[in-house]
């Protein structure tokens, strides 16, 4: 992982870099799985990896597009309908699919970082206004704690450990 919060960068530039890093950490994970092992249901919820990085795009759009009054574009899920749909890979979508909307969402909120002041503020989907800097802070924390998960999964797959690639 190439990623490295800067010791002494800017705020904003060392939120982002940090979390890059467990955008990272995410994709790594995935890396090397077939797409049974990226299906498997591992825990009696039914989690499995590909679903945790499909919500992860929801959770991206949702955050900084949606709460900044931007388009999220097409969703592959319906929360209002099924509030877990965003956990789980129906067997229409492909590993490609699910990667690309990761991808899509990703740089879509890249957009908005890129384009918004740390405070400017937008309204979360409870109706709470919450600056630039919060959603940050709340993405790179949510990123984190599924980079966790996913850590916990890929061990139980293949014994595969660690947090990010050492080469």
């Given at each position: ?15 982002l ?25 591992m ?103 599924h ?21």
């Open positions: 992982m190439s990623n490295r919060v800067p010791f002494t960068g800017e705020e904003k530039e060392s939120l870099t940090a979390l890059d890093r467990h955008r990272d950490a995410v994709l790594w994970k995935l890396e090397g799985l077939d797409d049974e092992q990226l299906r498997r249901p825990t009696p919820s039914g989690t499995n990896p590909l679903g945790l990085l499909k919500h992860l795009g929801g959770a991206e759009l949702g955050w900084f597009r949606q709460t900044f009054g931007r388009d999220t574009g097409p969703l592959p899920f319906d929360v209002d309908a099924d509030d877990s749909s965003d956990m789980r890979v129906e067997p229409h979508e492909s590993t490609a699919d699910i990667l690309a909307f990761y991808a899509r969402a990703r740089a879509d909120a890249d957009e908005v970082i890129g384009e918004l002041a740390l405070d400017d503020l937008g309204t979360s989907w409870s109706g709470n206004s919450v600056s630039l800097r919060w959603v940050l802070i709340h993405m790179t924390t949510e990123t984190a704690r980079a966790g998960h996913l850590d916990i999964l890929r061990e139980l797959i293949d014994g595969s450990t660690g947090d990010h690639d050492r080469s």
